[in-house]
């Protein structure tokens, strides 16, 4: 066992870990942070999709002591500081971006990635982002939707009636 | 101007802020304090007999609690199947025990051999490393042809053969039906593969078993659309505990799309193990043992044939399916290929005589079930693939071909036993045309040409049977399970009001769209309903959420209690209105006297009913909850009409899709914007299928497609353009036997979209003068790319 420290939505946390304790592990089982999920077991799926150092990353491929000394950001730290939804996570629920809500977190923090990393991306752009997250229940479209729109881009409005 | 609340509104979801904010509460995120570790050691050869399991050196690993395998098992019940298929000859279907852990025999890869169960879950998979299997590995049966010839490797031993049932629909139609072919101007036949899927919810299963020796009850915490279904399968079937000493909980669920309806060994082994060891159980499936453990879906194959006359009216369909079973009967498996599937055979079309064969097969597989539209996808494949092959033989128009033998009088009885109430195919043809383009075409097939692509116009026309089911019609067809659902409509003192429906929400949002439908009954604000879900011990028996149901029986459930409701109101507004009860009306959150100004508000009116001072005691019980169950007298009939183009690559044999519109008949609508979104996802799903989605299994019974490695899921960049993208449901004929006119939207475009792609890549293949008639999804570019090569 080893012990790391790190900084988790801003707060200062430590824990005693396995050297195999991956960082997803870490965050849902010591810290009880259970909205990052997991999806699979081959780095795909995305649903674990955090940010550490301010880049986007899958937890579960990286060891809980690489992180020691990080600044980690999940799905629990997005919100604005009054509890108010940010403009990403507004714009997924104005554009019905999601449904059972298990992919939601990691989608959430990679449309944050991108759009701190590419401002007003194209549709295409979006499209290709998402390579590593998978949804099986909205069919994209409205995740796109709604990242295009977070985005300040115009998107029609939500339903045709 | 569009409604901003109640039925027809687009509310936003409520349940949206706490998926959001990361706050969900799915079945892994339970923890029990004390919780032991389940990990299953399943096998990786798909045949064999067990000799032996040592697990002497495993059991003095750390932290392991106990080990368990089949011997621990043997006087429990197995796994239950929930329907009995009586075949052509009036004999029940083959059906085998379905053990939890495997007794002596493995049959398929997956199946679990022996159940470590530790302190955690890293201890109890160390330990199972260190399990010794004598196995005598035994040839596996794969190919269901192979599988029913005689003197093939048996399944099951214990049977006959590997035949579960042979099964022909409508057995009386068969003579008229090879008549109507002799006599036929013109036949189409095609033989067709639906190719096995894995339904892959996002969330992988998990279950959490319980005991509370303080009153001897168990809990199980378990990723289901259906609880109270799993309460009774698993307490009546496999363990013997009565329902008022078990709880079943399906708390947020991340997806189902059928999988997640079915009783599963790992339930059952929750349950079990938590009674035996006094400990909490817990179980959370990999992605791995995702594919080789959850139910897989379709795995049809067809050959189809269509009888024209000699002005292009069908005149009969004859079909020979042969279906797989896989290794057990999961929960619904046998209802799939017969009663979803065969009863869909008439399709849009007036076409007089209908003959359906399928046969059942056992196979060392993973067991197939129901799957997002589960037998109506695999109907509508195969008649929309023959049709549109015909017009290409015939040299008609596709549209013109469908429209001319389109039904157009409801209610209609089609040959296979079900009664369309109502519906209007050409009214979705003609709006699926004017979204579509369709005098564009040309010039935009000319434009991917000019690219040297090929550019292809597929058209489609389904219809499904949802809202299912009658509970009395379904007993017959040989269910063993009624199809009713339930609700509670608790209005508290204040008047706001907790409905409790044995519905199950697992992303369709029945916590915004539900009380909507109460908040337009009452007049009253739609956040001062709330809808409680997924648990038995505060739900009424109800049967869970799949076949497109929710709104149309478990929505009707929640109507009916309502009403009742309303008039127990309107007794107590009488009352202390002084007015006769029939003149009370209810508008606007307000009772009021007919033709006065006299009114009194709902929470003045739900206040007296639990503050009874001037009350009329003697006439009416205080308080104001009412249940009711609704049994639907017919199935739902959702009909649409869908398009799409797509652009070939001659070169690699790449297809991608440039356009894609879908006219749907939902009939009333309550929020659109849930709606777009299931349309939009099952159509995801249905490209899948057709253009990368494929489970597959080597002549050895070896899974080829065990994680998203090899399984090719759809990914945002799969899906046409938001500009190229129109899911429509203006057209509406409501259900006439429901009251709210509602018929189900969950599955349509599953069923809806595979045919359109594959119609809309043949037609690209034809354009660039490749003859091919037919091709099998997924339609990857090797698979596209020989077609082409001849
Ligand atoms: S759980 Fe990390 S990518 Fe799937
Ligand atoms: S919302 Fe269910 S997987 Fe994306």
Redesign the pocket.
Known sequence: MTKVSMTVNGKTVSGEVEGRTLLVNFLRDDLHLTGTHVGCDTSQCGACVVHVNGEAVKACTMFAAEADGAEVATIEGMANSDGSLNTIQQAFQDYHG???????PG?VMSAAALLKENPKPSEAEVRDYLEGN?????GYHNIVRAIMAASGQDVPAVAAE | MPKDHGIGASTKRREDLRFLTGVGNYTDDINIHGQAYVYFLRSDVAHATINGIDTSAAETMPGVVRIFTGKDFEGVGGLPCGWQVTDKHGQPMKEPAHPVIAQGKIRHVGEIVAAVVADSLDMARDAAEAIVLDLAELPAVVDMKAAVQPGATKVHDDLDDNLCYDWGFVEENKAATDKAFEEAAHVTTLELINNRLVAN??EPRVAVGDYSKANDESTLYTTSQNPHVIRLLMGAFVLGIPEHKLRVVAPDV??GFGTKIFHYAEEAFCTFAARQLRRAVKWTSSRSEAFMSDAHGRDHVTKIELALDADNNFTAVRTETYANMGAYLSTFAPSVPTWLHGTLMAGNYKTPLVYVNVKAVFTNTVPVDAYRGAGRPEATFQLERVIDKAARELGVDPIKLRRQNFITTFPYATPVAVEYDTGDYHATMDKMEELMDLPGFEARRKASEAKGKLRGLGINCFIEACGIAPSNLVGQLGARAGLYESATVRVNATGSISVMTGSHSH?QGHETAFPQVIAEMLGIPEDMIDIVHGDTANTPMGMGTYGSRSIAVGGSAMVRATEKIINKAKKIASHLLEASEGDIELKDGQFTVAGTDKSIAWGDVTLAAYVPHNYPLEDLEPGLEETAFYDPSNFTYPAGAYACEVELDPETGHVSIEKFVSADDFGNVINPMIVEGQVHGGIAQGIGQALLENCSYDENGQLLSASYMDYAMPRADIIPNLDSYIVDHSCQTPCTHNPLGVKGCGEAGAIGSPPTVINAIVDALQSGGHKVDHIDMPATPGRVWAAMQG
Not at chain 1, 98 to 104: A, I
């Open positions: 999601l449904q059972c809500g298990f992919c939601t989608m998978i949804c099986r229940c909205t | 919810p996002m991340g997806g992303g």
